[in-house]
């Protein structure tokens, strides 16, 4: 399944010696990090649940946290999985008691339910056409993401709010590939029941 | 058909981001079976319509961020 949106390149933050410029704090470098990263950094942090003000101060704490730790550096990773890094620390922090992240998920029984012992449809999606449905999601996606535990919904938000790569993200989390299936399997088929459910209720 | 996926396998490879790292001849089959299964493809096209609307829905959430006070703040640090 291809994905529609660009997947954002990061190459040209990487080079060493641009990052090396951070080390003595040149004020150019750190202004062009801070007017490119920040409006992505809040966004994902609104995405992530944080009200306006809590998103801001999230952002704020994430580029004061990059700043002091600067000097321990050591280019290996990208300027942006690092920023990320930082905010999904915080963001775990301060959405804990949102759902618990755990090994098993209740939502894996729910949609095997869904599927006979030969792997076929019993309870099919319920179908409705496109543009029905893309307002259907519209209203409810904001209610059904607060039901996804922070984890789950912060892979969700890299993937589709960001469009990072599955290489990125799992640095940013500090998840293996697989374990990064897993998470976006189970939010995004959390929000698919959670929308459906929302459906019938018309 | 031998080979190809049952809707289960095919659900969670969609929604698991994991179809673009399968062997080509997996991907065949899961192409193939979304041609002639309409619930999968409604669960895939389901799939594809949440991200969009995430995307859309927070797409202009970053607009407000306010770079120079930030800049200010760091700057004293």
């Known amino acids: 399944m291809r994905h529609s949106y660009p997947l954002v390149s990061i190459a040209a933050h990487s080079d060493a010696e641009f990052l090396a410029n951070i080390r003595p704090r040149e004020p150019n470098t750190l202004e062009e990090i801070v007017r490119k990263y920040l409006p992505q950094v809040v966004r994902a942090a609104r995405a992530a649940g944080l009200a306006p003000h809590e998103a801001d101060d999230a952002a704020q704490s994430t580029f004061i946290t990059f700043l002091e730790k600067a000097e321990t550096f050591e280019g290996r990773s990208h300027v942006r999985t690092w920023l990320f890094g930082i905010l999904f620390r915080k963001v775990m922090e301060m959405r804990r008691g949102i759902g618990r992240d755990r090994e098993t998920d209740e939502i894996d029984d729910i949609v095997e339910s869904r599927f006979n012992a030969n792997g076929s449809w019993i309870r099919p999606p319920q179908a409705a056409d496109a543009e029905l449905y893309a307002r259907q999601v519209r209203e409810g996606i904001d209610d059904c993401l607060e039901t996804a535990p922070p984890k789950q919904r912060m892979a969700f938000v890299l993937r589709e709010v960001e469009g990072m790569t599955t290489a990125e993200v799992c640095k940013i989390l500090e998840v293996t590939d697989t374990n990064f299936g897993v998470l976006l399997y189970r939010v995004r088929n959390r929000l698919r029941e959670c929308l459906e459910a929302k459906g019938v209720r018309r | ?77």
Not at chain 2, 2 to 8: F, H, L, S, V
């Open chain 2, 1 to 77: 058909m031998i080979g190809m996926p049952a809707c289960k396998d095919v659900a969670q490879l969609v929604a698991s981001d994991e179809l673009t790292r399968q062997s080509w001849y997996k991907r065949l089959g899961v192409a193939m079976h979304l041609l002639m299964c309409r619930h999968c493809r409604a669960y895939a096209q389901q799939i594809r319509a949440i991200g969009r609307s995430a995307r859309d829905l927070y797409a202009n959430s970053g607009a407000e961020a306010r770079v120079d006070e930030l800049l200010e703040i760091l700057k004293r640090k």
